[in-house]
Each structure stands twice: as C-alpha cells, then as structure tokens.
T-cell receptor
Framework: SQQGEEDPQALSIQEGENATMNCSYKTSINNLQWYRQNSGRGLVHLILIRSNEREKHSGRLRVTLDTSKKSSSLLITASRAADTASYFCAWSSNYQLIWGAGTKLIIKP | DAGITQSPRHKVTETGTPVTLRCHQTENHRYMYWYRQDPGHGLRLIHYSYGVKDTDKGEVSDGYSVSRSKTEDFLLTLESATSSQTSVYFC?????????????FGPGTRLTVL
C-alpha cells in the first residue's frame, strides 16, 4: 500500500498464548489507534497512542510506537477465544484517519 | 456506546437504481463519516461532515453524495448504483476534534448491487 500496511494478514494461535500484530505507516502522525472488528460487526476502538508516547497499556493490551521506524505493534497477552476478530490500525495525519488493511486473529481452543 | 444506528442493515438492489443509506446518532456529535469496507482495503473514507450542511469528500467519493440537514442524521446516496459499489458501509462519529480523533462506529450496512 502507498500509505502503510499491517502484518501478518492472518494469525492463528492457541488460547493462552500471546498475539502480536504490527502496523507500519509512511507519514508523520499525530496519533495511532487500534480497533477490533468482530465478524459482521462495526469496529470498536481499543487504544490510542500519541506521537510523543512510546508505550501504552490497557488491560491485556500493550501498544508500542516507534516514530523513527514509523511502526507500531499491538500485543494481546494471555489470549482468549473472545479475542478472535480482525484488528485494524489507523493513524492520524493532517486531521485524516488512514486505515491499515487489518490482521485477522484466530484463537484456537 | 455512541448511540449510532444504520438503516437498512442489509439491502440488495439492481444496477442503475438509486440507494440511500441512513446513519442516525442520538448524542449530537458534530463529526460524522461514511466509509466503505472491502476485503484487503481496510476502511476507505467516502464523505464526512463537520456540521449541519457542512460536508466534504473523502478518498473514494465518486458515485456517492451525502446530505446532513439535521445534526443527528447523515445520509449517503448512490445516485445510480453499480456493481463496484457492492460493499459494507459503515457510519462513524467522532466526539471532539475531528478527523484525527477516536471514531465510534455503527453496525454497518451490507449492500449488494446485482
């Protein structure tokens, strides 16, 4: 993509394991956000990290941001079946929100 | 829950017919957005609104128009639907500062154009 990308496109892990997904972008940003989408549903905001922050936690979620590498990662610890969903990053630049193509996460029981 | 509803939730129509999708919010938020979601593309912005009768184009606005005559309603119209407009359409709102702010999404409308 000309704007950025997410990887992996799909990830399948056992329940209880940690899941890591990555997001790369190409512009300077104001903030970067992560969203979850369950099958057939709308997107739900998970966490926002500002450009001057390097790491942020929310429950079992840990987000890192490396502006020098223009990349972010989302770590979900101790995964559960309910974490099965698609995860999207979106970065804010010049008051626009630009979206990655998403990572599909499957948690196997 | 930002109180966003979309109607209809599912629609099948034929090429060349006009289609209007409705987004309704209950909390008088200023900023509203229409996106389409297609496999492999993430979300793409169609149009957005920053107030009543104030709208602007997104990256994929061709073939779409919008109207916002009341704060709570944002309508997306396909004047003459084409098969390439088969997609899932999401409405979103943001609470505070505009397009870079956290967005809250409706449940989506699945549109099929035959």
């Amino acid at each position: 993509s000309q704007q950025g990308e997410e990887d992996p496109q799909a990830l399948s892990i056992q329940e209880g394991e940690n899941a890591t997904m990555n997001c790369s972008y190409k512009t300077s940003i104001n903030n970067l956000q992560w969203y979850r989408q369950n099958s057939g549903r709308g997107l739900v905001h998970l966490i926002l990290i500002r450009s001057n922050e390097r790491e942020k936690h929310s429950g079992r979620l840990r987000v890192t941001l490396d502006t020098s590498k223009k990349s972010s990662s989302l770590l979900i610890t101790a995964s559960r079946a309910a974490d099965t969903a698609s995860y999207f990053c979106a970065w804010s630049s010049n008051y626009q929100l630009i979206w990655g193509a998403g990572t599909k996460l499957i948690i196997k029981p | 829950d930002a109180g966003i509803t979309q109607s209809p939730r599912h629609k099948v129509t034929e090429t060349g017919t006009p289609v209007t999708l409705r987004c309704h919010q209950t909390e008088n938020h200023r900023y509203m957005y229409w996106y389409r979601q297609d496999p492999g593309h993430g979300l793409r912005l169609i149009h957005y609104s920053y107030g009543v009768k104030d709208t602007d184009k997104g990256e994929v606005s061709d073939g779409y128009s919008v109207s916002r005559s009341k704060t709570e309603d944002f309508l997306l119209t396909l004047e003459s639907a084409t098969s390439s407009q088969t997609s899932v359409y999401f409405c979103a709102i943001s609470l505070v500062s505009g397009r870079g702010d956290t967005q809250y999404f409706g449940p989506g409308t699945r549109l099929t154009v035959l």
